[in-house]
Every structure is written in structure tokens, then in C-alpha cells.
């Protein structure tokens, strides 16, 4: 797509300016499956670019897991990585896990850490831990109120409360191999610190004020798309947030892109070079292809769908 989609003057469409740089994006070796099982989810974050929240229907049906598992026997992935929506509140995703674990080096499970926490979870708990899960939480501040701006009244209690419950269980601690991981967003229209910094505070303040201990912390900026993009609408902030990414564009970040090296399937079973893409239906090759149609994975060098929401992830140290 070689055309600004947010209609903000002087932002050159990101194709475009990838171009006048002598920059192309193409694909390296594919080798992580993502896999967004719906857009349920018990929250309605302000900073999510599927505006996935309660009251979506949008889920993974049986039919399409089976599509996923038989995806991932075919292609043995070094990673496969669940996300949502809530993943947690899929019907089918204790199969999802039990079958994908054996498939893969290393299963990760994105969660909001409110829904991992609900009284009927607990299997679903015991089943990560049983298989060495990877657990990817956000946690967008350490200041509940700006967290619960973002996020929902009761959402940052709920959130340290289960990275406790977590760390009860053995995630986050030095001594095992049960991985827990943080995920930062901005909670506005700026852009985020530096990733080092934001996690020696992390882990300094988690530590000393509620006994919180994880292994790694990822600091992304928020994708204007989907609600995100609302927001920014409603409240002003689109034009300088997106001439913000747009100026702070770093060419050094395209290497170590993660479109550059993962496919990505959405609840319905459609191919995109990543989650963001889903947002505006830019799929995969600019064809509408199911998984059960692939039949071979795409090749390096092949061109990435790309748009003006790409200046999200080549913006400072990038979204790798």
C-alpha cells in the first residue's frame, strides 16, 4: 500500500519513504508462528490496535485450531507465539497448547494478566506449567493510575497480583525455566524510554515494593491502529504522534524486523506477514490465503505488506 492512510500532510506514505532511502523490507527465514486465536478479551485497552475487548465474537473456532496444529506439524517452527485478544478466554485453547508444546522449541503465550487469573484458569495455568510455556504479560506502568487509564478500573492490582500468583508457580524466578516476560507500552502519544532503563526500574520497584521478580522486559510504542487510533483521533494527538514515529524512523531497526522472520494467522485462519497487518486486512503476498491453502512457507527475499503503521515499528530501537 503506497498511500498515507491517516491523511496527516507532510507524512510520506512509509513504502514510499523506503524507497527514496535505496530501503527495501523482505522477508529472512520464516521461523515463528503467530497465532491470533480472537478478539475476545476481558479488557477494552485503549492502546490496542484490534480493538479487541468483552464484547467481540471474533474467535478461533475448533475447525481452525485443528488448521494450526496440522500448520505446525507440517513446518516444525522454532517458535510459536498465541496472542488474542485474550488467548486465555479462546474455548479451545488448552488443546491449542497441549498440541502446539511438543511442536516447538519454545510456546509463548501473550497475556493481559487479568484473564490468566480467573478461578476457572487454573487448568489452563497448570497445563503452561507442565509444558514450560513462555508467559509474554503487559504491564504498561508501574503508576496504577496511568495503567488504569489504559487499561480499566481494578486492572493494576488485578496485574501484580498475578505476576505474585506467577511467581508462586515458579515464573519469573532465576532458578527455573519457566519464563516470564514483560511487555511496556506508553500509556499516550509518545514514544517509550530507552528499553534498559525502563527495565532496571521495572525490576527494581516490582521488587522492593511487592516481591515481583521476571526475566526480561520489551518496550514497544503503541500501534495507532484499531482503538489506539480512536483515541488519538478523539483526543488530538494523531498528527504529531504519527510525524513523531515518522521522524524518529531508524533504518538500523528493518534488519531484526519480526515480519521479516514470522507468519502470522488470524482467528479466522488468514495469512498475514504480521498482527498489525491484520488491523487493515493487508494479508500476506496481497492475497486472502488460508492456512489450510499454504503449502510452502514464504521464501527469503519476498516482499513485505507494509503501510504507514510500519513507522510504529521502525521508530527508536524498533519493535523486533
Known amino acids: ?16 519513504y523506503l524507497t527514496q532511502q535505496g530501503l527495501c523490507l523482505t522477508r529472512g527465514e520464516c521461523t515463528t508462528l503467530q497465532v491470533n486465536v480472537g478478539l475476545l478479551c476481558n479488557q477494552s485497552c485503549r492502546h490496542c490496535h484490534l480493538d479487541a475487548g468483552p464484547a467481540r465474537n471474533e474467535v478461533m473456532t475448533e475447525k481452525t485450531v485443528m488448521d494450526v496444529i496440522d500448520l505446525a506439524a507440517r513446518f516444525k517452527f522454532a517458535i510459536i507465539d498465541i496472542t488474542g485478544g485474550a488467548p486465555e478466554m479462546n474455548p479451545h485453547i488448552e488443546t491449542l497448547v497441549r498440541r502446539l508444546a511438543p511442536l516447538t522449541q519454545t510456546l509463548i503465550l501473550r497475556s493481559n494478566l487479568t484473564a490468566i487469573a ?15 510455556v513462555t508467559i509474554v504479560a503487559s504491564l504498561p506502568s508501574l503508576n496504577e493510575v496511568q495503567t488504569e487509564s489504559q487499561r480499566g478500573i481494578n486492572s ?8 505474585k500468583k506467577l511467581n508462586r508457580f515458579g515464573y519469573g524466578l532465576p532458578d527455573t525455566d519457566l519464563k516470564l516476560n514483560l ?47 480512536f483515541w488519538l483521533q478523539d483526543s488530538g494527538n494523531l498528527e504529531n504522534y504519527i510525524l513523531k514515529l515518522a521522524s524518529n524512523f531508524n533504518q538500523c531497526t528493518l534488519e531484526g524486523l519480526m515480519c521479516r522472520s514470522l507468519i502470522s494467522v488470524s482467528w479466522d485462519g488468514y495469512l498475514f506477514d504480521c498482527d498489525f497487518n491484520q488491523s487493515l486486512q493487508l494479508y500476506m503476498d496481497s492475497e486472502k490465503k488460508h492456512i489450510s491453502e499454504l503449502y510452502d512457507l514464504p521464501s527469503p527475499g519476498k516482499t513485505i505488506a507494509v503501510s504507514d503503521h510500519c513507522y510504529t515499528c521502525t521508530a527508536g530501537s524498533g519493535f523486533t
Open 1 to 16: 500500500m503506497n498511500r498515507s492512510i491517516y491523511q496527516v500532510e507532510n507524512l510520506q506514505p512509509f513504502q514510499s
Open 118 to 132: 480467573a478461578k476457572n484458569k487454573e487448568s489452563l495455568l497448570e497445563l503452561l506449567i507442565g509444558n514450560r
Open 156 to 163: 493494576f492490582d488485578a496485574s501484580i497480583n498475578t505476576l
Open 183 to 229: 511487555v511496556s507500552n506508553p500509556t499516550g502519544a509518545f514514544l517509550p524510554a530507552a528499553q534498559d532503563q525502563v527495565e532496571k526500574r521495572f525490576r527494581r520497584m516490582l521488587a522492593e515494593k511487592w516481591g515481583v521478580s521476571f526475566n526480561k522486559l520489551y518496550t514497544f510504542a503503541n500501534v495507532p491502529l484499531g482503538r489506539f487510533l
